[in-house]
């Protein structure tokens, strides 16, 4: 008797992804020994006044399922930092809902809005997590490319005939990223515009995911896409990079109180409830006084700066960024000949003992070349860290 063929226990939805880089980078630096200058999450704690806030919370009791929607403290402190920051009146009882970090909040607004067909334009590079949602939500991604500036201290841009040839009739949602992951960019109010105007002109939604908000170093600043067209713009944030308590997961969406709705509906099949203790921690964060975010934002420059002059000691050229914490570096006088950023950031862990993300992972594959000879770096690291990541690659620079 012939064996009957064994149907792939995996759905069509979830097979064609594999191990993300974060992981096989992570793993072979481990193994290796590496600085783990690749994935972005701090090795370092934050403020112990939060810390301690969650403790008490902890042994206050709220140790059980909190409102599907958040607990009342974070939507009330979403809602005020929210005025404080960019003078935005929000209710929190319907225009506020919580999720497990701004990943569930962006698969949740993905899920919440794009029917099978649908079109959703994405920026690339882009964090991956855009495409993967589009793509189980049955939806069809419309790229955009950013391209690289001529001067290291420039910014990135796109073209404006590409960005309106990516809309069409089927425009369903539109995903912005600022300040961007993994280069860096600030968009302009000019750029912002223009994007309202073709949202607006498909009847689309603008996502504006904003998790780095505050790591914003100049020239200009971060702008928030709500403040310029509120009806259509969906708002996702976290306390994980704002913070440095990446491991605990809290995210948030603010908006129209219709696209929240939309949001709260996936996301209460999803997680349900998001971790109490840590809500209430975060709501603690966002009330801290102004010299927190301004002795922050200082630091991370600092960082910034020291990586960047440490990649240009040794033999890479780092284009500035002007937010996030990845300095995106070109590679050209190290890398091999056609040897792609993969095979590069590969080498690189087992030659000089440091760990990048190859950019061409934020790509499509047909686009992925036009990073090959970049890496990207992360500086949301002590300084010791950074020191041992720049001394070695300077050192292997020398060799």
């Given at each position: 008797?012939?064996?009957?063929?064994?149907?792939?226990?995996?759905?069509?939805?979830?097979?064609?992804?594999?191990?993300?880089?974060f992981?096989e980078?992570?793993?072979?630096?481990?193994r290796?020994?590496?600085?783990?200058?690749?994935?972005?999450?701090p090795?370092f704690?934050?403020p112990?006044?939060?810390?301690?806030?969650a403790?008490d919370a902890?042994?206050g009791?709220?140790?059980?399922?909190?409102?599907?929607?958040?607990?009342?403290?974070?939507?009330?402190?979403?809602?005020?930092?929210?005025?404080?920051?960019?003078?935005?009146?929000?209710?929190?009882?319907?225009?506020?809902?919580v999720?497990?970090?701004a990943?569930?909040?962006?698969?949740?607004?993905?899920?919440?809005?794009?029917?099978?067909?649908?079109e959703?334009?994405?920026?690339?590079?882009?964090?991956?997590s855009?495409l993967a949602?589009?793509?189980?939500?049955g939806?069809?991604?419309r790229?955009?490319?950013?391209?690289?500036?001529?001067?290291?201290?420039?910014?990135?841009?796109?073209?404006?005939?590409?960005?309106?040839?990516?809309f069409s009739d089927?425009?369903?949602l539109?995903?912005?990223?600022?300040?961007h992951?993994?280069?860096?960019?600030?968009?302009?109010?000019?750029?912002?515009?223009l994007?309202h105007?073709?949202?607006?002109?498909?009847?689309?939604?603008l996502?504006?995911?904003e998790v780095?908000?505050?790591?914003?170093?100049?020239p200009?600043?971060?702008?928030?896409?709500a403040t310029?067209?509120?009806?259509?713009?969906?708002?996702?944030?976290?306390?994980?990079k704002?913070?440095?308590f990446?491991?605990?997961?809290?995210?948030w969406?603010?908006?129209?109180?219709?696209?929240?709705?939309?949001?709260?509906?996936?996301?209460?099949?999803?997680?349900?409830?998001?971790?109490?203790?840590?809500?209430?921690?975060?709501?603690?964060?966002?009330?801290?006084?102004?010299?927190?975010?301004?002795?922050?934002?200082?630091?991370?420059?600092r960082?910034?700066?020291l990586?960047?002059?440490?990649?240009r000691?040794?033999?890479?050229?780092p284009?500035?960024?002007?937010?996030s914490?990845?300095?995106?570096?070109?590679?050209?006088r190290h890398?091999?000949?056609?040897?792609?950023?993969v095979?590069?950031?590969?080498r690189?862990?087992?030659?000089?003992?440091?760990?990048?993300?190859?950019?061409?992972?934020?790509f499509?594959?047909?686009?992925?070349?036009s990073?090959?000879?970049?890496?990207?770096?992360a500086?949301?690291?002590?300084d010791?860290?950074?020191?041992?990541?720049?001394?070695r690659?300077?050192?292997?620079?020398?060799?």
């Amino acid at each position: 008797m012939r064996d009957t063929p064994r149907m792939s226990p995996e759905s069509a939805r979830v097979a064609p992804f594999g191990t993300t880089i974060f992981t096989e980078i992570s793993r072979l630096a481990v193994r290796l020994g590496a600085v783990n200058l690749g994935q972005g999450f701090p090795d370092f704690d934050g403020p112990d006044a939060v810390k301690q806030a969650a403790i008490d919370a902890i042994r206050g009791g709220l140790n059980q399922y909190g409102p599907t929607t958040g607990s009342q403290a974070l939507r009330q402190a979403v809602a005020e930092h929210a005025q404080r920051f960019y003078g935005q009146t929000i209710d929190p009882e319907t225009q506020v809902t919580v999720t497990s970090g701004a990943t569930e909040g962006i698969f949740d607004a993905v899920m919440g809005l794009v029917n099978p067909g649908d079109e959703v334009v994405l920026f690339e590079p882009f964090y991956d997590s855009y495409l993967a949602s589009v793509t189980m939500a049955g939806g069809v991604p419309r790229f955009v490319q950013l391209r690289a500036p001529v001067e290291p201290s420039g910014a990135w841009w796109f073209d404006e005939a590409e960005l309106r040839a990516a809309f069409s009739d089927k425009t369903k949602l539109c995903i912005v990223n600022t300040p961007h992951n993994p280069t860096g960019k600030l968009f302009t109010r000019a750029e912002l515009e223009l994007l309202h105007a073709l949202v607006r002109e498909r009847g689309a939604v603008l996502l504006s995911d904003e998790v780095y908000e505050h790591l914003v170093y100049g020239p200009g600043v971060h702008l928030r896409p709500a403040t310029l067209a509120p009806e259509q713009t969906l708002t996702l944030s976290s306390g994980g990079k704002s913070f440095s308590f990446t491991g605990w997961k809290i995210g948030w969406a603010l908006g129209p109180a219709p696209l929240v709705r939309a949001i709260q509906k996936a996301h209460q099949w999803v997680t349900f409830a998001v971790a109490h203790p840590f809500q209430v921690a975060i709501a603690a964060a966002l009330r801290l006084p102004d010299a927190y975010f301004t002795q922050y934002v200082a630091e991370y420059r600092r960082k910034r700066d020291l990586l960047a002059d440490g990649l240009r000691q040794a033999g890479f050229e780092p284009l500035i960024p002007h937010g996030s914490y990845f300095v995106m570096a070109r590679t050209d006088r190290h890398r091999r000949p056609d040897e792609d950023d993969v095979a590069f950031c590969r080498r690189l862990i087992e030659q000089a003992g440091v760990a990048a993300i190859p950019p061409s992972v934020f790509f499509r594959p047909e686009t992925a070349p036009s990073m090959h000879g970049l890496a990207r770096f992360a500086f949301c690291k002590t300084d010791p860290v950074l020191d041992e990541g720049v001394s070695r690659l300077s050192r292997w620079a020398a060799r």
